[in-house]
């Protein structure tokens, strides 16, 4: 699981939501940064039993079998649905901490903490209905659409 957690790159996708922030000490933000957080871990693996999840089945029918879902079956013994019961519990485990480090953490500014949080808000959109950043043609394209045609008010 270890190495689904770094090969799934989201930490260095939550760090490029960094560069253009202004009002924030970069050197001890930056040492923060690097220490590796609990918030950053939770956020490696929350997208990585998510995406596991969701493109279990398109990744099986291509033939790649190196996916979490099907190592985690083989190396437990288990079923896939007892597998997803499992991610799913990694998720829900992992969303806790990250609520955790946003509501304690305070060696940060609050906004490096809420795009964190963000950024966690947008597994459940993507992986909703499945695989929405590969096939993004079904709720996906609504979501994204909807935020032209309709935006939110300020």
């Given at each position: ?143 994204i659409t909807s935020l032209f045609l309709h935006p939110i008010p300020l």
């Amino acid at each position: 699981m270890e190495v689904g957690m770094v090969a799934a790159g989201m930490d260095d996708f939550a760090s490029y939501s960094f560069i253009a922030m202004e009002d924030c000490d970069e050197k001890s933000f930056f040492e923060w940064l690097n220490s590796k957080p609990r918030i950053f871990q939770a956020l490696c693996a929350m997208y990585g039993v998510t995406n596991d999840i969701a493109t279990y089945e398109l990744e099986m029918k291509r033939g790649e079998v190196a996916n979490g879902v099907n190592c985690y079956m083989k190396q437990h013994g288990v079923t896939k649905e007892e597998t997803v019961e499992e991610f799913n519990k990694i998720y829900r485990e992992n969303q806790k901490i990250i609520m955790e480090e946003f509501l304690t953490t305070v060696c940060v500014p609050r906004q490096v903490l809420m795009r964190c949080l963000n950024i966690s808000r947008t597994f459940d959109v993507m992986y909703k209905e499945g695989d929405g950043y590969t096939e993004p043609l079904g709720n996906l394209k609504d979501i994204i659409t909807s935020l032209f045609l309709h935006p939110i008010p300020l």
